[in-house]
């Protein structure tokens, strides 16, 4: 019955702007802390952006800092990642996972794709 449902992915040219959204039920959001990652074509999958259950505390990848923003809406069951400036190395599919000491879920994932 726990859910995490991503979207927002699409195409979009380098330099372009994506907003992911990742909407939780099943679950007491404001209890879990929600991380994004992401995992391309050949690569092993990276953690992007994170979030703590009550937003005071995000940490970023380096090669995002600067360029995305995480954020949520605990009235909302919501995370959101705000993409700018993108560039062709951000394609991959993104996915959210919701996590509170041992218990763990993850979402199905949206497909980002960056080109010219």
């Known amino acids: 019955q726990v859910r995490l449902v991503e979207s927002g992915g699409g195409v979009v040219q380098p330099g372009g702007s994506l907003r992911l959204s990742c909407a939780a039920s099943g679950l007491d959001f404001y209890r879990y802390a929600m991380t994004w990652y992401r995992q391309a074509p050949g690569k092993e999958r990276e953690e992007v952006a994170y979030i703590s259950s009550t937003g005071d505390l995000m940490n970023y990848a380096a090669s995002v800092k600067g360029r995305f923003t995480i954020s949520r809406d605990n009235a909302k069951n919501t995370v959101f990642l705000q993409m700018n400036s993108l560039k062709p190395e951000d394609t991959a599919v993104y996915y959210c996972?919701?996590?509170?000491?041992?218990?763990?879920?993850w979402g199905q994932g949206t497909q980002v794709t960056v080109s010219s």
């Open positions: 996972k919701a996590q509170a000491f041992k218990l763990e879920y």
